[in-house]
């Protein structure tokens, strides 16, 4: 009788241990709202120009720093993408300023999308009034705390051609960024210029510069389906370094070429705020 009181105690320990484990259930996403004005940062992903970008070209950009509500949720990830439409494009000649026809480069904010899909609207200001962002010489600067160490790095012609190629990436172009040498000279430029993102994604081994440069011209061409899932999160941080880069290496290698018309450079920081006051479902 012993034996088989131990047998049958030993049976229900094995079934035991082979039973699944219960599933903790998934946390239920909560309903916040983001506020009516509340400021985003968003960053250019493509370089546009006065004249020589069409009307009517998608413009992609990036928010380059988490939304969150007064309780720290964050509502908007860094790496969301924004779009916008160019709606004035004009460069300024030589009798440009006779003739009172200045340079002009303007895009109309269409907005983007929470990561629950709600659609959100931003305006310019807070008073919900202008959707149309005006870049202008003074707005589209680039001044960079690296410009010193970037001139050095440049004055390898490997690396020039290397930033020409990176550069030419986010005007909607296609350079093979995949090759030995453009991932040596990216890697100089990432160590080099605290390119920490970067840096971090390349030595996990999760994705290189070829599929880095697939992501830009994938934002170009406003295909966007997949590039905030995942590890693609950090794919877009990433991206976000790189433009900031390609923004410093093109007004370093371009100074030539800037003469009056309008240079809005990958990387160009711009401000906008919510239109209206939306819920959003969060999920923590």
């Given amino acids: 009788m012993r034996s088989l009181l131990a047998a049958l105690v030993l049976i229900g320990a094995v079934?035991?241990?082979n039973s699944p484990a219960p599933e903790i259930p998934a946390a239920e996403p909560k309903v916040l709202m983001l506020e009516q004005g509340t400021p985003v940062d968003l960053i250019l992903a493509k370089q546009i120009n006065a004249g020589s970008t069409n009307e009517g070209e998608s413009v992609p950009?990036?928010?380059s720093e988490d939304v969150k509500d007064a309780q720290g949720n964050t509502l908007i990830p860094?790496?969301?993408?924004?779009?916008?439409?160019?709606?004035?494009?004009?460069?300024?000649?030589?009798?440009?300023?006779?003739?009172?026809?200045?340079a002009r480069l303007e895009v109309e904010l269409t907005g983007f999308d929470a990561p629950d899909g709600t659609h959100i609207d931003v305006n310019t200001d807070e008073e919900r009034k202008e959707t149309i962002y005006k870049f202008t010489r003074e707005n589209?600067?680039?001044?960079?705390?690296?410009?010193?160490?970037?001139?050095?790095?440049?004055?390898?012609?490997?690396?020039?051609?290397?930033?020409?190629?990176l550069s030419a990436a986010f005007e909607g172009q296609?350079?093979?960024?995949s090759t030995p040498?453009?991932?040596?000279?990216?890697n100089k430029f990432a160590n080099e210029l605290g390119l920490n993102d970067t840096k971090k994604l390349i030595d996990s081994g999760k994705a290189d510069y070829g599929q880095l440069a697939n992501t830009i011209q994938r934002l170009q061409k406003g295909d966007y389906s997949g590039l905030t899932k995942?590890?693609?999160?950090?794919?877009?941080?990433?991206?976000?370094?790189?433009?900031?880069?390609?923004?410093?290496?093109?007004?370093?290698?371009?100074?030539?070429?800037?003469?009056?018309?309008?240079?809005?450079?990958?990387?160009?920081?711009?401000?906008v705020y919510v239109r209206n006051r939306v819920s959003i479902r969060y999920t923590p």
């Fill in 174 to 177: 296609s350079p093979d960024l």
């Fill in 181 to 186: 040498e453009a991932k040596e000279a990216l």
């Fill in 140 to 165: 589209t600067g680039k001044p960079s705390a690296d410009e010193n160490k970037i001139d050095d790095l440049l004055k390898d012609e490997m690396n020039r051609q290397v930033a020409e190629k």
């Fill in 78 to 102: 860094k790496g969301a993408i924004a779009t916008g439409v160019v709606t004035n494009s004009r460069s300024e000649g030589t009798l440009s300023g006779l003739m009172n026809r200045p």
């Fill in 15 to 17: 079934v035991g241990c």
């Fill in 230 to 271: 995942g590890d693609l999160s950090l794919n877009l941080n990433s991206v976000m370094e790189l433009a900031n880069l390609a923004g410093g290496l093109g007004s370093r290698l371009s100074r030539s070429l800037k003469g009056r018309t309008i240079h809005a450079y990958p990387g160009t920081p711009l401000r």
């Fill in 61 to 63: 950009m990036l928010v």
